[in-house]
Every structure is written in structure tokens, then in C-alpha cells.
């Protein structure tokens, strides 16, 4: 069975864009005091001049014009509306690879790999070493919208990605790589679908128990080893890190969708929080980001109207139903890699155990959004952990 896909342009009507700057210089600001190092929160030092550049410096024309350089398509399944960024690799025998966003990312976190995967020969590179890149936006993320549909969470991404894969491009088996939510549907993907897959490379591991993609882990100090040392703490704290989003976004997300939904100050505020703490950028959220590439994940939130059904996810896959085996072992090869400065420090011990593991990667630095903080990085580790299997 083959399900078509329709050629996509991304084009923000202009009256949208002249909202947003409107809606910006009427912002009504709360005081702020004593917050310069976010103690509080987001702080207004940094996020005032910054809505200033979005008002009157920051040009979503010339990003849009970067993310049409490549070609985006858009397909309807079973009633749930995805869009995807595909490019073919230019080597002697791509091998096809989707990759998986999370929270509070969108498919454009994924930029700086896309051309050293899809054509390693352009960065000097083997080109045998060339992928088939598909980027998906989740279910109500992004252009994979507007979404009409509840229980949409990770457990059913996963089906819909094989449909993607497999009923939309054609292709037999194909590897996977995620991160964030991305992990938990990569994860899933290798429950369900093995024989799909020729490998899956993950930021994380869960075991899973208690609730599907998000509980906390089971992981003990003792679980960790000697070369991990400090990792116990660093999930904890992270963990920490985590909560007040994770206990919105899963119990009540619609009280919180209509303020966001309806200032672009206060939606800036909430994502760019996340960014900074989740990110190795010790509090510096430009030593890591430029000011345009924060605004352009800040401003595809908005033009498409969708923080409300992204934070819903969480709630659906909060309440869905896991359907990992009663043995839940992974037989597809699995890659881990492990960022200093994510938010979970998964033990090697669980994944030993408990997965196929072929590769496992310490990074030198990166934290949580790793594709956009050290794609080279990333990129290396999947070439490594997918040359055996092709």
C-alpha cells in the first residue's frame, strides 16, 4: 500500500507576521526583581532585549527561506496530519535514517546534520558513509497540524512512523535515531517493529516502568560504574530540572496553552527557560544559540500555533498504554550516546541488560539538545554505530 505525499512550502502569511510584531511592542511586562541569574525563572534582563530584537531585527524571511532549501512534504495518516523534511543521500548506497525531535524542539534542531549525513563528501567525508534523511515534526508539532485528534502520544507516533517509512517512501527497514521524545518513540519503534529496524541510536534509556516514555528512572546508585562516577547525581538533579514542566504539560496543559497561545512574550519565556537549563551553556544561552536560531525555534511555536497540542503530548502519552513485550529486551542493534550536560544520565548497566547494545558514546560536552549544540558530534557517533550494520 502506498500513501501520497504532497510537496510543502513553508510561506507565514504576512498578516501573521505583522500580528506577531504588533503583539510584541504591546507586550505588558511583569517586574522582575533581583533575578539576573534566573533564580526565579526566566529572567526579564535577558528576555527584554531580546523581544526587542524579534520586533524589529529578527528576519523569520530569510529562515524560512534556509529550511525551503530543502524539500518538505506533508501526508495525512489515519486522520493525523504529518509533516516531514526528506532529503536523499548523495552516496553510493544511503542507507534511509529517521531522525526524532522532542520537547521543546522542532524538526529544525536537526539543520547542521542534515547535509553531512545526506552528503558526507560535501564536508569532507566518506560518501559510503551518505543516509536518507527524514525528519518528521510530531504530531502536533510544527506543521504536523493542526492536529483534530486526542491520544495521539508516543506509542502511537511509533505505528505512524513505520506507516511513514515504510507506506509513504518505500522503504523495507531503516534505522532510527532520537532524542528527548524522539528516544521514547525510537524506543518504542524497536518494541514494535524489530524487524524493521536496522538499528536505533538514542540521548537515553528507560526501562520501562511505571508510566510509558516518562517515568522517572529505576536507576540506583549502585546501577552505575566506576567510569560513571557522579552520573547518579547529575540524573537527579536533572530530574529536578524537569518538574515543573513535566507536572503541567501531563495534568492540566490546556490552562497553561491559552496564555502561551496568546502572547509570543510569554511562549518565549517558557521555551527558552527550558533551552538554557537543559543546555551545556552554564547559563550563557548565546554561547550555545545564536539570538536567530533561538527566535526561529520561539517563532515556529507560534506561526503555526501549536505550544497547545505540544504540550498536550505529554498528557497522551502520560495516559497511553505501553506496549512493550513481558520481556521487554531490545534485539534491534542499539547506540547510546551520553551527554555531560543532558538532564538523564542513563546507567550502561540497564542498557547492557536490557538491549542489544552495540555502541555506547560518553560526549566530551553537549547537554540536552545535542543534535543543535554539537551536531558534529552527533553525526560522527551515528556514521560509527551504523557502518557494521549497513
Known amino acids: 500500500?502506498?500513501?501520497?505525499?504532497?510537496?510543502?512550502?513553508?510561506?507565514?502569511?504576512?498578516?501573521?507576521?505583522?500580528?506577531?510584531?504588533?503583539?510584541?511592542?504591546?507586550?505588558?511586562?511583569?517586574?522582575?526583581?533581583?533575578?539576573?541569574?534566573?533564580?526565579?525563572?526566566?529572567?526579564?534582563?535577558?528576555?527584554?532585549?531580546?523581544?526587542?530584537?524579534?520586533?524589529?531585527?529578527?528576519?523569520?524571511?530569510?529562515?524560512?527561506?534556509?529550511?525551503?532549501?530543502?524539500?518538505?512534504y506533508r501526508v495525512d495518516l489515519d486522520g493525523v496530519p504529518i509533516h516531514f523534511l526528506y532529503r536523499r543521500g548523495a552516496g553510493p548506497a544511503p542507507v534511509p535514517l529517521l531522525l526524532t525531535h522532542g520537547w521543546p524542539w522542532t524538526f529544525w534542531d536537526f539543520e547542521k546534520m542534515i547535509v553531512p549525513l545526506t552528503d558526507p563528501a560535501a564536508v569532507g567525508a566518506d560518501p559510503a558513509d551518505s543516509f536518507d534523511v527524514v525528519i518528521p515534526s510530531l504530531p502536533g508539532f510544527g506543521f504536523s497540524s493542526p492536529l483534530r485528534a486526542g491520544g495521539v502520544g508516543s506509542a502511537v507516533t511509533a505505528?505512524?512512523?513505520?506507516?511513514?517509512?515504510?507506506?509513504?517512501?518505500?522503504?523495507?527497514?531503516?534505522?532510527?535515531?532520537?532524542?528527548?521524545?524522539?528516544?521514547?518513540?525510537?524506543?518504542?519503534?524497536?518494541?514494535?517493529?524489530?524487524?524493521?529496524?536496522?538499528?536505533?541510536?538514542?540521548?537515553?534509556?528507560?526501562?520501562?516502568?511505571?508510566?510509558?516514555?516518562?517515568?522517572?528512572?529505576?536507576?540506583?546508585?549502585?546501577?552505575?560504574?566506576?567510569?560513571?562516577?557522579?552520573?547518579?547525581?547529575r540524573d537527579r538533579a536533572g530530574a529536578a530540572l524537569t518538574a515543573s514542566h513535566l507536572a503541567v504539560h501531563s495534568q492540566d496543559p490546556q490552562t497553561l496553552a491559552f496564555a502561551l497561545h496568546d502572547s509570543p512574550v510569554g511562549l518565549a519565556s517558557w521555551l527558552l527557560e527550558r533551552r538554557r537549563n537543559w543546555s551545556q551553556c552554564g547559563g550563557d544561552l548565546e554561547s550555545v544559540y545564536?539570538?536567530?536560531?533561538?527566535?526561529?525555534?520561539?517563532?515556529?511555536?507560534?506561526?503555526?500555533?501549536?505550544?497547545?497540542?505540544?504540550?498536550?503530548?505529554?498528557?497522551?502519552?502520560?495516559?497511553?498504554?505501553?506496549?512493550?513485550?513481558?520481556?521487554?529486551?531490545?534485539?534491534?542493534?542499539?547506540?547510546?550516546?551520553?551527554?555531560?550536560?543532558?538532564?538523564?544520565?542513563?546507567?550502561?548497566?540497564?542498557?547492557?541488560?536490557?538491549?542489544?547494545?552495540?555502541?555506547?558514546?560518553?560526549?566530551?560536552?553537549?547537554?540536552?539538545?545535542?543534535?543543535?549544540e554539537v551536531p558534529e558530534l552527533i553525526v560522527r557517533d551515528l556514521r560509527e554505530f551504523l557502518r557494521p550494520l549497513r
Request: aromatic share 12%; no cysteine; proline share 7%.
Open 159 to 233: 505505528g505512524l512512523w513505520r506507516r511513514l517509512m515504510r507506506e509513504v517512501l518505500g522503504y523495507r527497514r531503516f534505522a532510527a535515531m532520537g532524542a528527548d521524545f524522539g528516544a521514547v518513540v525510537t524506543q518504542q519503534m524497536a518494541y514494535d517493529f524489530p524487524d524493521d529496524l536496522i538499528g536505533v541510536h538514542m540521548s537515553r534509556y528507560r526501562r520501562p516502568a511505571g508510566v510509558p516514555g516518562l517515568g522517572l528512572s529505576t536507576a540506583g546508585p549502585d546501577d552505575y560504574g566506576p567510569d560513571e562516577a557522579g552520573d547518579y547525581e
Open 290 to 372: 545564536s539570538r536567530d536560531e533561538l527566535l526561529t525555534t520561539v517563532t515556529l511555536y507560534w506561526l503555526t500555533g501549536t505550544i497547545g497540542s505540544s504540550m498536550r503530548y505529554y498528557w497522551e502519552t502520560n495516559r497511553q498504554k505501553t506496549s512493550a513485550p513481558a520481556d521487554p529486551y531490545i534485539r534491534v542493534p542499539v547506540g547510546i550516546g551520553v551527554l555531560p550536560g543532558d538532564v538523564s544520565a542513563p546507567p550502561r548497566r540497564h542498557a547492557e541488560q536490557d538491549t542489544d547494545l552495540r555502541q555506547w558514546t560518553r560526549f566530551p560536552s553537549g547537554g540536552h539538545f545535542g543534535p543543535a
Open 1 to 72: 500500500m502506498t500513501v501520497r505525499a504532497e510537496r510543502f512550502t513553508i510561506e507565514a502569511p504576512d498578516n501573521d507576521l505583522a500580528d506577531l510584531r504588533r503583539r510584541l511592542l504591546a507586550t505588558r511586562w511583569a517586574d522582575d526583581v533581583d533575578n539576573e541569574d534566573w533564580r526565579y525563572g526566566t529572567s526579564r534582563a535577558y528576555l527584554e532585549p531580546l523581544v526587542e530584537y524579534w520586533a524589529h531585527g529578527y528576519d523569520w524571511r530569510a529562515h524560512e527561506a534556509r529550511m525551503n532549501e530543502f524539500e518538505h
